[in-house]
């Protein structure tokens, strides 16, 4: 069970011109640094370009992909994504329509079972990013576990579909989780795993605030069959009720431990 990092190009935002058709309506734009490659923050489809061309249309029909000269030297970062998604709750129905945000390799896969047990007992863990159009983006699912100063909130799975990634969706959804583990469920802190040998994903949950814990040893089954097993780092964030931050070990990398210990 395992939150898996985002990956994806950075963009650049930029202002459209006025829409075609005779609509006189403005919508903003992300262009990805790539010139060839527009990205629509209506419906958030990104579009591959073969050739040079001025205001192609997306396949929603209801605006245009804004095009501009490419600036290799701006670096402006993309606009926020609270101003093109919403973080709603986590429906049963949107098990039939989340397939796409689970076709990454290291984002696991369970059976719908699993899914509804987590919706069912903690709902307000389980949350979706859908944009304007309806489409979701990502989610993130987590439990309350543990006892004493061990009760804690866990992440048991966060991940984007790949076209909506580096827009800092997975950092609101992880705000959320953590803001229901402090003022819901009290917790000390919020863990989750990680591959070791996922850097981009380690790296943007120490930015978030999260360190190493301990070093479980072939927690995760290979990626593919033959492949032999990996270790996970079990990384954390102390929440409000940790006054003494004992969730924070500073040898966190060295510390071992096998998987019966964690269970």
Same mark, same amino acid.
């Given at each position: 069970?395992?939150?898996?990092?985002?990956?994806?190009?950075?963009?650049?935002?930029?202002?459209?011109?006025?829409?075609?058709?005779?609509?006189?309506?403005?919508?903003?734009?992300?262009?990805?640094?790539?010139?060839?490659?527009?990205?629509?923050?209506?419906?958030?489809?990104?579009?591959?370009?073969?050739?040079?061309?001025?205001?192609?249309?997306?396949?929603?029909?209801?605006?245009?992909?804004?095009?501009?000269?490419?600036?290799?030297?701006?670096?402006?970062?993309?606009?926020?994504?609270?101003?093109?998604?919403?973080?709603?709750?986590?429906?049963?129905?949107?098990?039939?329509?989340?397939?796409?945000?689970?076709?990454?390799?290291?984002?696991?896969?369970?059976?719908?079972?699993?899914?509804?047990?987590?919706?069912?007992?903690?709902?307000?863990?389980?949350?979706?990013?859908?944009?304007?159009?309806?489409?979701?983006?990502?989610?993130?699912?987590?439990?309350?576990?543990?006892?004493? /100063?061990?009760?804690?909130?866990?992440?048991?799975?966060?991940?984007?579909?790949?076209?909506?990634?580096?827009?800092?969706?997975?950092?609101?959804?992880?705000?959320?989780?953590?803001?229901?583990?402090?003022?819901?469920?009290?917790?000390?802190?919020?863990?989750?795993?990680?591959?070791?040998?996922?850097?981009?994903?380690?790296?943007?949950?120490?930015?978030?605030?999260?360190?190493?814990?301990?070093?479980?040893?072939?927690?995760?089954?290979?990626?593919?069959?033959?492949?032999?097993?990996?270790?996970?780092?079990?990384?954390? /964030?102390?929440?409000?009720?940790?006054?003494?931050?004992?969730?924070?070990?500073?040898?966190?990398?060295?510390?071992?431990?096998?998987?019966?210990?964690?269970?």
């Amino acid at each position: 069970m395992s939150p898996e990092g985002i990956q994806g190009s950075v963009g650049v935002a930029v202002e459209s011109r006025p829409l075609g058709l005779g609509l006189r309506t403005k919508v903003r734009f992300l262009e990805i640094e790539n010139p060839l490659h527009a990205y629509c923050v209506v419906c958030s489809e990104s579009r591959q370009f073969q050739e040079l061309s001025t205001n192609p249309l997306c396949s929603q029909s209801h605006h245009s992909y804004g095009r501009t000269p490419h600036f290799p030297t701006i670096t402006a970062s993309p606009p926020s994504s609270t101003t093109m998604s919403s973080c709603r709750p986590f429906t049963a129905l949107d098990l039939f329509r989340f397939n796409a945000t689970n076709l990454d390799p290291l984002t696991e896969n369970y059976d719908i079972s699993f899914y509804l047990n987590y919706l069912a007992r903690w709902p307000t863990y389980f949350c979706a990013m859908e944009n304007a159009s309806g489409r979701i983006m990502g989610y993130i699912m987590g439990k309350a576990e543990g006892q004493y /100063k061990n009760w804690h909130g866990h992440v048991t799975a966060v991940t984007v579909a790949p076209n909506y990634r580096r827009l800092g969706l997975a950092k609101t959804m992880m705000d959320e989780l953590e803001r229901v583990t402090d003022t819901v469920y009290r917790g000390y802190f919020v863990d989750l795993f990680v591959r070791v040998s996922n850097e981009i994903a380690i790296g943007m949950y120490e930015r978030l605030g999260y360190s190493v814990y301990r070093r479980v040893v072939d927690y995760y089954n290979g990626s593919r069959p033959g492949d032999v097993d990996e270790d996970a780092y079990d990384m954390r /964030k102390p929440m409000k009720r940790d006054k003494k931050q004992e969730s924070v070990r500073e040898n966190g990398r060295d510390f071992k431990v096998s998987p019966e210990e964690v269970y």
